[in-house]
C-alpha cells in the first residue's frame, strides 16, 4: 500500500508561485511514475504533469514553460513548482502514483494511476 499527502496550497495572486510537495510512503518509488493532476468545481479531473519511470516528464500545454516537475527519490517526494499563476490555475491539485509500466501517453490519464492523494487547493486571485 503506497499513501501520498500533498502540501504547499493556498491562496495567490496571478502572476505569483506556489510550491506543492507530494510524500509518499508505504514502498520506495525511485521507479514508479509520479503525475500531477487538477480539479476545478464542476470540471472533471485534468492531467497537470508526469514524471515517468523512464526519466521523461510531460506537461499539459496550459502549464507547459509555467511548471515544473521533480521528484526527489532519497526522500520519496515528488514537486510541482508553479510559477505565473493565473486565475484559471484554481483547482485541487492531487498527486499519483504508479508502478505500473506503460507506454508514455498512458501518463496523462487518470486511469493510469493506482494511488492518490488527497488534494491541496489552490486558488489564484485575479
Known amino acids: 500500500q503506497v499513501q501520498l499527502v500533498e502540501s504547499g496550497g493556498g491562496l495567490v495572486q496571478a502572476g505569483g508561485s506556489l510550491r506543492l510537495s507530494c510524500a509518499a510512503s508505504?514502498?520506495?518509488?525511485?521507479?514508479?511514475?509520479m503525475g500531477w493532476f487538477r480539479q476545478a468545481p464542476g470540471k472533471e479531473r485534468e492531467f497537470v504533469a508526469a514524471s515517468r519511470w523512464s526519466g521523461t516528464e510531460d506537461y499539459a500545454d496550459s502549464v507547459k514553460g509555467r511548471f515544473t516537475i521533480s521528484r526527489d527519490n532519497a526522500k520519496n517526494t515528488v514537486i510541482l513548482q508553479m510559477n505565473s499563476l493565473k486565475p484559471e490555475d484554481t483547482a485541487v491539485y492531487y498527486c499519483?502514483?504508479?508502478?505500473?509500466?506503460?507506454?508514455?501517453?498512458?501518463?496523462?490519464?487518470?486511469?493510469?494511476?493506482?494511488?492518490w492523494g488527497q488534494g491541496t487547493q489552490v486558488t489564484v486571485s485575479s
Open positions: 508505504g514502498r520506495t518509488f525511485s521507479s514508479y511514475s
Open positions: 499519483a502514483t504508479t508502478s505500473v509500466i506503460y507506454g508514455s501517453g498512458r501518463y496523462r490519464q487518470v486511469r493510469t494511476y493506482d494511488y
